[in-house]
């Protein structure tokens, strides 16, 4: 199985800050990674998928690049608004997983 | 536009199965290939791929469940069902159905609003 691994686990900003997460996959999945945000109590939402493509709708300041193993998940500007859980998953080979999530808060 | 909606018992006894169902309004769950998937998220933890089906009736489950799992569709009622055997405690978690619009297993989007299982004597 591929493992995901996420990091931070935590993560606290001001807003404005520009805001980094990292996925590394334990094996290549090509470009077979996608970001999504949670809010409390609420389903996640795709931001991105195949690793660096913007869902629609979704603002600008969000983006994502890497292939391989290795993926980086950026806003470029923290708003308010962006304060949630943040989630890599990899899909490969018709399996799913996720990474362990990152916990966006506001300094 | 898609929305899907979870429904099913909110307390399960442990030893006993786990049902939900995940009805799809806004377009019928076979005209497109698409996969139909469950989600869970045990309180305060992340999000575990349960499994996905394929329209046209193919099922992928994460190999750490597969042996408890069997999801199916039922086109009739535009409806797509999870079924978890022998559930123990660990197994209390927020479930979430999501749809995967693109033609491979990929991401998951639209989700439904998700609902709490509590595995209780």
């Known amino acids: 199985d591929i493992q995901m691994t996420q990091s931070p686990s935590s993560l606290s900003a001001s807003v404005g800050d520009r805001v980094t997460i990292t996925c590394q996959a334990s094996?290549?999945?090509?470009?077979?990674l996608n970001w999504y945000q949670q809010k409390p109590g609420k389903a996640p939402k795709l931001l991105i998928y195949d690793a660096s493509n913007l869902e629609t709708g979704v603002p600008s300041r969000f983006s994502g690049s890497g292939s391989g193993t290795d993926f980086t998940f950026t806003i470029s500007s923290l708003q308010p608004e962006d304060i949630a859980t943040y989630y890599c998953q990899q899909y490969d080979n018709l399996l799913i997983t996720f990474g362990q999530g990152t916990r966006l808060e506001i300094k | 536009q898609l929305q899907l909606q979870e429904s099913g018992p909110g307390l399960v006894k442990p030893s006993e199965t786990l049902s939900l169902t995940c009805t799809v309004s806004?377009?019928?769950?076979?005209?497109?290939?698409?996969?139909w998937g469950w989600i869970r998220q045990p309180p305060g933890k992340g999000l575990e791929w349960i499994g996905s089906?394929?329209?046209?009736?193919?099922?992928y489950y994460n190999p750490s469940l597969k042996s408890r799992v069997t999801i199916s569709v039922d086109t009739s009622k535009n409806q797509f069902s999870l079924k978890l055997s022998s559930v123990t405690a660990a197994d209390t978690a927020v479930y979430y159905c999501?749809?995967?619009?693109?033609?491979?297993?990929?991401?998951?989007?639209?989700w439904g609003q998700g609902t709490l299982v509590t595995v209780s004597s």
């Open positions: 094996q290549d999945i090509s470009n077979y």
């Open positions: 806004g377009g019928s769950i076979s005209s497109s290939s698409y996969y």
């Open positions: 089906i394929y329209y046209s009736g193919s099922t």
């Open positions: 999501a749809g995967t619009t693109v033609t491979t297993l990929a991401w998951f989007d639209p």
